[in-house]
């Protein structure tokens, strides 16, 4: 435990699960399978056998690898290739919900004991609120711990397609320390030291030193943090950045109307609105990883729980993204760093900011604008997928003997090459899939691993300090509307 602890923000803990006597399990029409640890086998009125509405939670999703990838497939290492550098940016764990979200909550507390509800709601009859506020959960705990046990012990030669990675050769074992970054906030320090737990052992302090960098979100900069950008940009904070939030009551407004009145049928003499009932949706979540079960999980229609997913993707997109105004210039301060060291080290961050980073970097696979009228169901910003819980980004350097082969193919030889000179790729990997870099950037050539070479890579982010226009991003005077950025930054001339 790295101590003093200050600036630690806000630390109320909730009540403690009690799964064991509160889980309705066996449900009808399904077998019992124990918790493992949440109970998730509530059934959902249309999903499919396949369907799994905790994973349709955007960033209050529990940690899950990405099953979709995003376009290319997964190959082991070359002959002759090594992993020589690891970045990595990583998400704390699950936690309770800030301070004052969902809004929800205040009212429905406000009422415990006076509520008449019927059918699906009775339980909100003797419902009581167990949550604690922004700490991590156990099961939190357990996403930053297992990603640590994760990043440490793998097969050899670092089979991408089994889905784990040897880093722990990486770590030089000499009597050194490495440096992990994380903020003082309570969530982000445990997450940081669990997941050094999880890959040395609780010894981990005789093998790396926790820098914790102060973290308080004033919005005016008292504390330069590169591991949470926002603080600095008081343009993040006000209307100037609500597109994201605006896009996702619009669209909210579309995919509730069915279940804000059925959901009000049934609670006589309580007025819900309808952003109540998509906090309720988000109290699912809370509840799921904070106690283990929920009771709102089963308010909701499978089709309902996919328009969730896509409300926190049209809030992250607008707010975070290339269709915020401030998208790059929260992200900025990381790239840089990241650019001028690529030296091997560890950071933990908010889903939020990890947003900013791959912004800033100019993923552009991930810039689309998307509608507040229907789903995109061929996405590639599933939040659920780039920044749950616990989730987390790899960037390998890799340094192979000779030229790779951009055609992959099992049957093709690793050693074919016309150079005999060593070349250096650089791999990125969100929620353990690879994310291919030549569809964001034109110098990095179509790939089928989805790598690139490390100096097409840093001659085509060169100018990402200029494309930010951090100074006018979050300071100046602009009014851009969801839909009107398309590059993460105002697109209004400054005067």
Same mark, same amino acid.
């Given at each position: 435990?790295?101590?003093?602890?200050?600036?630690?923000?806000?630390?109320?803990? !909730?009540? $403690?699960?009690?799964?064991?006597?509160?889980?309705?399990?066996?449900?009808?029409?399904?077998? %019992? *399978?124990?918790?493992?640890?949440?109970?998730?086998? *509530?059934?959902?009125?249309?999903?499919?056998?396949?369907?799994?509405?905790?994973?349709?939670? !955007?960033?209050?999703?529990?940690?899950?690898?990405?099953?979709?990838?995003?376009?290319?497939?997964?190959?082991?290492?070359?002959?002759?290739?090594? &992993?020589?550098?690891?970045?990595?940016?990583?998400?704390?764990?699950?936690?309770?919900?800030?301070?004052?979200?969902p809004a929800v909550l205040g009212k429905l507390v406000n009422n415990t004991g006076k509520?008449?509800?019927?059918?699906?709601?009775?339980?909100?009859?003797?419902?009581?609120?167990?949550?604690?506020?922004?700490?991590?959960?156990?099961?939190?705990?357990?996403?930053?711990?297992?990603?640590?046990?994760?990043?440490?012990?793998?097969?050899?030669?670092?089979?991408?397609?089994?889905?784990?990675?040897?880093?722990?050769?990486?770590?030089?074992?000499?009597?050194?320390?490495?440096?992990?970054?994380?903020?003082?906030?309570?969530?982000?320090?445990?997450?940081?030291?669990?997941?050094?737990?999880?890959?040395?052992?609780?010894?981990?302090?005789?093998?790396?030193?926790?820098?914790?960098?102060?973290?308080?979100?004033?919005?005016?900069?008292?504390?330069?943090?590169?591991?949470?950008?926002?603080? +600095?940009?008081?343009?993040?904070?006000?209307? @100037?950045?609500?597109?994201?939030?605006?896009? /996702?009551?619009?669209w909210q407004k579309v995919y509730l109307a069915d279940a804000h009145r059925r959901i009000?049928?049934?609670? $006589?003499?309580?007025?819900?609105?309808?952003?109540?009932?998509?906090?309720?949706?988000?109290? +699912?979540?809370? =509840?799921?990883?904070?106690?283990?079960?929920?009771?709102?999980?089963?308010?909701?229609?499978?089709?309902?729980?996919?328009?969730?997913?896509?409300?926190?993707?049209?809030?992250?997109?607008?707010?975070?993204?290339?269709?915020? $105004?401030?998208?790059?210039?929260?992200? &900025?301060?990381?790239?840089?760093?990241?650019?001028? @060291? #690529?030296?091997?080290?560890?950071?933990?961050?908010?889903?939020?900011?990890?947003?900013?980073? #791959?912004?800033?970097?100019?993923?552009?696979q991930f810039a689309p604008i998307l509608p507040t009228t229907h789903i995109e169901r061929?996405?590639?910003?599933?939040? /659920? %997928? #780039?920044?749950?819980?616990?989730?987390?980004?790899?960037? =390998?350097?890799?340094?192979?003997?000779?030229?790779?082969?951009?055609?992959?193919?099992?049957?093709?030889?690793?050693?074919?090459?016309?150079?005999?000179?060593?070349?250096? %790729?650089?791999?990125?990997?969100?929620?353990?899939?690879?994310?291919?870099?030549?569809?964001?950037?034109?110098?990095?050539? +179509?790939?089928?691993?989805?790598? +690139?070479?490390?100096?097409?890579? #840093?001659?085509?982010?060169?100018?990402?300090?200029?494309?930010? @226009?951090?100074?006018?991003?979050?300071?100046?005077?602009?009014?851009? $509307?969801?839909?009107?950025?398309?590059?993460?930054?105002?697109?209004?001339?400054?005067?």
């Amino acid at each position: 435990m790295t101590s003093p602890e200050a600036f630690a923000g806000p630390t109320a803990t !909730g009540a $403690p699960a009690f799964l064991a006597q509160t889980n309705p399990a066996p449900f009808l029409s399904a077998s %019992y *399978i124990p918790p493992q640890p949440l109970e998730t086998q *509530i059934p959902i009125n249309g999903a499919p056998l396949d369907g799994n509405i905790y994973q349709l939670q !955007g960033q209050l999703s529990h940690y899950f690898p990405n099953t979709r990838g995003f376009g290319v497939d997964e190959y082991p290492l070359p002959e002759g290739a090594e &992993i020589t550098q690891l970045h990595m940016i990583h998400r704390h764990g699950s936690r309770y919900p800030e301070i004052g979200t969902p809004a929800v909550l205040g009212k429905l507390v406000n009422n415990t004991g006076k509520f008449n509800a019927t059918g699906d709601l009775a339980f909100l009859n003797s419902w009581t609120n167990s949550l604690g506020e922004e700490i991590l959960v156990p099961v939190g705990n357990q996403e930053l711990f297992d990603s640590g046990v994760l990043h440490q012990v793998s097969a050899a030669l670092a089979l991408v397609a089994s889905g784990t990675y040897l880093y722990g050769h990486l770590y030089p074992n000499d009597g050194s320390k490495i440096v992990a970054r994380t903020t003082t906030q309570d969530r982000m320090r445990k997450s940081a030291e669990y997941f050094l737990a999880g890959f040395f052992g609780l010894q981990w302090q005789n093998n790396a030193t926790l820098e914790a960098i102060i973290e308080l979100e004033t919005g005016d900069c008292n504390f330069n943090n590169s591991l949470s950008g926002n603080t +600095c940009c008081p343009n993040y904070y006000n209307f @100037r950045n609500a597109g994201g939030k605006n896009a /996702s009551v619009a669209w909210q407004k579309v995919y509730l109307a069915d279940a804000h009145r059925r959901i009000q049928s049934q609670v $006589p003499g309580f007025n819900f609105s309808i952003g109540d009932i998509y906090d309720l949706q988000s109290l +699912c979540a809370y =509840e799921t990883v904070s106690i283990g079960y929920s009771h709102f999980c089963g308010l909701f229609t499978y089709e309902e729980w996919k328009g969730y997913e896509y409300g926190t993707d049209l809030d992250v997109t607008g707010g975070n993204t290339f269709a915020s $105004p401030v998208g790059r210039a929260v992200g &900025i301060g990381w790239v840089e760093e990241f650019k001028a @060291r #690529l030296q091997g080290h560890l950071i933990t961050s908010h889903d939020t900011n990890t947003w900013s980073y #791959l912004t800033a970097l100019g993923l552009k696979q991930f810039a689309p604008i998307l509608p507040t009228t229907h789903i995109e169901r061929d996405r590639s910003q599933v939040r /659920s %997928y #780039l920044t749950p819980f616990g989730g987390r980004v790899d960037i =390998e350097v890799i340094t192979a003997q000779r030229a790779v082969p951009r055609l992959r193919q099992q049957s093709t030889p690793t050693t074919s090459s016309n150079t005999s000179e060593p070349v250096q %790729y650089i791999h990125f990997l969100i929620g353990q899939r690879t994310v291919p870099l030549h569809a964001s950037y034109s110098k990095c050539p +179509c790939r089928d691993d989805g790598w +690139c070479e490390l100096g097409a890579f #840093l001659n085509t982010t060169a100018n990402t300090l200029e494309e930010n @226009r951090y100074e006018f991003a979050c300071f100046g005077e602009y009014e851009e $509307p969801y839909g009107q950025v398309t590059n993460g930054a105002p697109t209004t001339p400054e005067v």
